[in-house]
T-cell receptor, first 113, second 114 residues
């Protein structure tokens, strides 16, 4: 079946630095990918929709200048958390639509110290 | 906009017992409905989905769910739970006439006792 990968799986960074998370569709092309954020014991909150070759669409309340999304190819979307702060610590999950199904990556645990 | 309610935060069952996880949705038309499972520190895996047709949907790992329009529900069931089923379960709804981006419920944590 279709596979979505994320890299890294875990990252620890210092406050004020930037972190890039990659999301790849391994065996299919994805013109649209999605980025979610999940707090402990809570649901997934859609942050933005990443569109290949165009600007991402952000959900209300998500700072687009803080969470930079780039979808440069049909198999890769990146999320960069800029000037990270401890409150950005979370589990970030990407997904991509296959045929009638959304495939999720394994997630990236970000810890900002 | 659509929404999903999973009224149970935690469910505890004994191994071998039957399971039902509740899900209620709010959407004006016939929705697309999904159940996902998430193991600790992992992404989401699709258990089953409903788009149209037979309202009783069979999924992977022995799970099934029934779409009941009159109750706006899509409850997940399994006749005999295994210890490996312990995980977080998310119900999701997507607009059938829209962008198909699912909205997730808050999740139900399944605890399985030996």
């Amino acid at each position: 079946g279709a596979v979505v990968s994320q890299h890294p799986s875990r990252v620890i960074c210092k406050s004020g630095t930037s972190v890039k998370i990659e999301c790849r569709s391994l065996d299919f092309q994805a013109t649209t990918m999605f980025w979610y954020r999940q707090f402990p014991k809570q649901s997934l909150m859609l942050m933005a929709t990443s569109n290949e070759g165009s600007k991402a669409t952000y959900e209300q309340g998500v700072e687009k200048d803080k969470f930079l999304i780039n979808h440069a190819s049909l198999t890769l979307s990146t999320l960069t958390v800029t000037s990270a702060h401890p409150e950005d610590s979370s589990f970030y999950i990407c997904s991509a639509w296959g045929v009638y199904e959304q495939y999720f990556g394994p997630g990236t645990r970000l810890t900002v110290t | 906009a659509q929404s999903v309610t999973q009224p149970d935060i935690h469910i505890t069952v004994s191994e071998g017992a039957s399971l039902e996880l509740r899900c209620n949705y709010s959407y004006g038309a016939t929705p697309y409905l999904f159940w996902y499972v998430q193991s600790p520190g992992q992404g989401l895996q699709l258990l089953l989905k409903y788009f149209s047709g037979d309202t009783l949907v069979q999924g992977i790992k022995g799970f099934e769910a029934e779409f009941k329009r009159s109750q706006s529900s899509f409850n997940l069931r399994k006749p005999s739970v295994h210890w490996s089923d312990a995980a977080e379960y998310f119900c999701a709804v997507a607009a059938s006439g829209g962008s198909y981006i699912p909205t997730f419920g808050r999740g139900t944590s399944l605890i399985v006792h030996p």
